[in-house]
């Protein structure tokens, strides 16, 4: 039996549907779900979010948020409840790049906790996009 996976922003659901299994990297480390897996609440971390369906996989970058487990009888449930979040797909490269080297630059003109967040969270998009 799959998993049934939602993966919602409070602006729009980013994706839904069948899945194989989840990966995603909590503040603790990363987590992989499967059908059957024990309910589980985790606080995710800025980083990668990996759908595998249908013998392919997509993957999200996900600025924070949560990821919940509910499994009843041979149904299991995947809420990922995140802050921000962007299909690979969806971002913009070069905007990404240019983001990113603009908070470099503020870093060093002052080392600040919020510019080194945003900067993680720019990187997070840059890597995926790469691949």
């Known amino acids: 039996m799959p998993l049934e996976v939602h993966v919602v922003t409070p602006e729009r659901e980013v994706w839904s549907g069948p899945a194989e299994m989840v990966i995603a990297r909590g503040v603790e480390g990363e987590v992989g779900i499967l059908a ?3 309910p589980l609440l985790i606080r995710l971390a ?4 990996r759908v ?3 013998g392919s996989q997509d993957a999200a970058v996900v600025d924070g948020g949560f990821l ?3 499994s009843e009888g041979d149904r299991t449930r ?4 995140a802050t921000h979040a962007e299909m690979a797909s969806e971002i913009d490269l070069r905007a990404a790049e240019s983001r990113v080297a603009e908070l470099e630059e503020r870093l060093r003109q002052h080392d600040d906790a919020g510019v080194r967040s945003e900067l993680a969270k720019a990187l997070a ?4 996009r790469r691949g």
């Open 46 to 49: 800025v980083g990668v979010l």
């Open 52 to 54: 595998r369906h249908d």
């Open 68 to 70: 919940h487990v509910t």
């Open 36 to 38: 059957g897996h024990a």
């Open 125 to 128: 998009r840059v890597n995926l």
């Open 78 to 81: 995947v809420d990922v409840l």
